[in-house]
């Protein structure tokens, strides 16, 4: 889909990437300063990579060997700035239109009225930007971009500039337009609960380099990158699908792919649906054998995988417990416990804990 | 009070002239302000020294080097007697010549300052919906400056409307021909006993000055209105 190998330097900041962003969301994940922006700049065609070539849907946009630079305005890439950039003189409705007369993009448009329905916008058509909120604006923003037929879309840290209450609005607005119109989107953030959230695959950019690339579930349950991939909120990706429900407690069964079973809280109307956990693996304790009489729901029997040092007398292991698992210790329970590689032990995680996504 | 028909003359070519030197000097403006706001070439510091020197120079000057250029005989003025059968020596349209010449600065820096504060990201925003730059330019900056655009239009009109050093240093003072507001009041000046008559062209300069800067500012209002209103 998308074939991307780029190289530049600006005075002694080096930017190397390379790269094949598949259908779906792939998620560009790095600290400030990574160079995230200007992968994506380069991309756009905003600036000139040093060398190396970009192909998107087929059609080679930039290749320093053959000389080729396509312009901004003729690359068909959708992108969502993290201001939302709307045009002050135009209404809502004139700003989403902006781009819509492009028709090479896709061979079904995506449809206004979908895009109006989805993102909740009919009530605000007629208005200026500068009369809506900064969540409405970040909406008409995506809409527009959408609206443009784009073969990529681009969203450089859509959701930075608004507040939680606003980013939680229009997270599950991006999941469905991702559900409904398929588009392949690259989605820049440092935020690794939007990521793990939203991804299917993860790149990992730091301070210039590329250190990873691959699905957001492996990634993220390597230890070599937790320093890049979430630092101290690091943890593991699970995916699950809803089992059961007990209406007393307002408890949710979960079962993995691989047969591992999680509680958590939820409501009867989930039975069968997918989801997304984030298990941080600050949040997982360890015991060498079955705790008895506690209050921590979720006990799950395996064993350690690997480990390796982390930061601050900290010690990261990855256990399998039916699905892969992080934890983090300290060094002193870790040397205490006398864990090695092999070694059974139970993970424990509150219910409370879990992040839905 | 009643207006004589020379004093009518006047008023007339005065607008007249006025204009027509916002008409010529506007595209060349914008195009100039937008080198100056949105480009890096060489010798863009030398265009802007150029744009600006009206400014700085005695008008006298101003009119001298247009006496040597735009006259019959001079590289430019001999070309277009030759090509388009044009003379600007003794009629308006030499202070028309000599008006844009020195209203041309502040109309170039009006519109320039308007295109930067143009947000650029808007531009590239558009660029990346698919819009070619022309278009960009068209249906984002331009509407976006057209307040500044206004403002220019408005202290060229003036300008123009005052100016007197490089108008009578190039076409001279004819009545009916070059003579505008500004070189009436100093001829009457010179004559004895016209008090009157010179009070009288000094009212008329201040109202028209009022309405052009009355007419532009309700302009301004109006399209800032139209463009959202949050500036």
Known sequence: MADIRLKKSLGRFHLSAEFNAEAGLTALFGPSGAGKTLLSQMLAGLITPDEGHIEIAGRTLFSSAKNINVPVHKRHIGFVFQEHRLFPHYSVRSNLTYGSGRRAGKATPVSFDMVVNILGLNTLLDRKPASLSGGERQRVAIGRALLSNPKILIMDEPLSSLDDARKAEILPLIEELKSEFNLTTLYISHSIEEITRLADSLLLLDKGEMKAAGPVGDILSRLDLVPYAGGYDAGTLVEARVAAYEPGHHMLTLETESGGRLYITGSAKEIGAAVRLRIRARDVALAKTEPKSLSILNRFEGRLVDHCSGAQGMEELLLNVGFPLTARITRKSFEEMKLTKDTPVWALVKAVTISRS | ?231
Not at chain 2, 19 to 41: D, H, Q
Not at chain 2, 110 to 119: F, P, S, T
């Open chain 2, 1 to 231: 009070m009643s207006i004589s028909p020379a004093e009518l003359d006047v008023i007339l070519l005065s607008l007249k002239v006025a204009l027509w030197c916002v008409g010529i000097s506007l595209l060349p403006a914008l195009l100039i302000a937008w080198l100056l706001a949105r480009r890096e070439f060489y010798g863009k510091t030398a265009l802007n020294v150029l744009v600006h020197l009206p400014i700085v120079l005695p008008p006298v000057v101003v009119g001298y080097f247009l006496l040597v250029l735009l006259g019959n005989r001079g590289p430019v003025g001999g070309w277009l007697l030759e090509h388009f059968g044009i003379s600007l020596i003794f009629n308006w349209k030499g202070v028309v010549a000599a008006t844009a010449v020195m209203a041309f600065p502040f109309i170039t820096r009006a519109i320039r300052q308007a295109i930067e504060a143009v947000d650029k990201n808007l531009e590239v925003a558009a660029l990346t919906l698919g819009r070619p730059p022309f278009m960009v330019f068209l249906t984002i900056t331009l509407p976006l400056i057209l307040p500044g655009i206004l403002a220019g239009m408005t202290l060229g009109f003036a300008r123009a409307l005052g100016e007197f050093g490089a108008t009578i240093t190039f076409v001279a003072n004819i009545p009916g021909e070059t003579q505008t507001l500004p070189l009436a009041i100093y001829s009457l000046l010179q004559t004895p006993n016209a008090e009157t008559a010179v009070w009288r062209l000094v009212i008329i300069s201040v109202v028209l000055a009022f309405a052009a800067i009355a007419l532009s500012e309700w302009l301004t209002r109006r399209s800032i209105r139209r463009l959202g209103g949050n500036f």
